[in-house]
């Protein structure tokens, strides 16, 4: 039990260009799910918090405007990169996190962003 | 503020050899939680342990064991008997209060297990 699934695992687009990445809970609702970035070679950064129904958290220096989050469901929530540009390539993963599952955080497989 | 620090950025062993990779956290909470990943070059998280504060033993699980030392901030983890399949970079992270908080992570370390 307790997967999360990101959808697209890879992702090649052009600069200026919108991408939408999926964080799904397949076998609970997850209230809270967390969005990380990790440059090559380097470590997770959170980049945002975000609960169901409610305006995501950003962290310092992340752009809101730029990174879109949205979290309609229990099992749900989106990361949309508007305009790409080459140096927003990353590893994008997301964690969710269940109130019934003594809120342990699961980790998606991560979703390779590459912007050409 | 929390802060993970794991010093050793790349380790290279000769298969069969014990390693220690180091992890040293800050923490202003008397709650918090301790995690060990692994991750292959897939990318992919794999979960090895969370720790909770208030737990100081350590814990063995097959070739692979844990140290918690509250006194020195540290929860260091050791592979036995290294195994190239054990080449991935690993990372500590931690998580304040109650364990539903993002965890911050270390900068990871890359272990390299040479056959």
């Known amino acids: 039990g307790a997967v999360v699934s990101q959808h697209p695992s890879r992702v090649i687009c052009k600069s200026g260009t919108s991408v939408k990445i999926e964080c799904r809970s397949l076998d609970f609702q997850a209230t809270t799910m967390f969005w990380y970035r990790q440059f090559p070679k380097q470590s997770l950064m959170l980049m945002a918090t975000?609960?169901?129904?409610?305006?995501?958290?950003?962290e310092q220096g992340v752009e809101k405007d730029k990174f879109l989050i949205n979290h309609a469901s229990l099992t749900l929530s989106t990361l949309t990169v508007t305009s790409a540009h080459p140096e927003d390539s990353s590893f994008y993963i997301c964690?969710?996190?269940?109130?019934?599952?003594?809120?342990?955080?699961?980790f998606g497989p991560g979703t390779r962003l590459t912007v050409t | 503020a929390q802060k993970v620090t794991q010093a050793q950025t790349e380790i290279s062993v000769v298969e069969k050899e014990d390693v220690t990779l180091d992890c040293v956290y800050e923490?202003?909470?008397?709650?918090?939680?301790l995690f060990w990943y692994k991750q292959p070059p897939s990318g992919e998280l794999v979960f090895l342990i969370r720790?909770?504060?208030?737990?100081?033993q350590n814990e063995i699980s097959g070739r692979y064991s844990w140290n918690f030392q509250k006194s020195t901030s540290s929860f260091n983890f050791t592979i036995t008997a290294s195994q190239v399949v054990d080449s991935a970079v690993y990372f500590c992270?931690?998580?304040?209060?109650?364990?539903?908080?993002?965890?911050?992570f270390g900068k990871g370390t890359r272990l390299s297990v040479i056959a």
């Open positions: 964690s969710a996190r269940g109130a019934r599952l003594s809120y342990e955080q699961y």
């Open positions: 720790r909770n504060s208030f737990d100081e």
């Open positions: 975000s609960n169901e129904g409610s305006k995501a958290t950003y």
């Open positions: 992270a931690l998580s304040e209060g109650s364990g539903n908080t993002p965890l911050v």
């Open positions: 923490t202003r909470d008397t709650t918090y939680y």
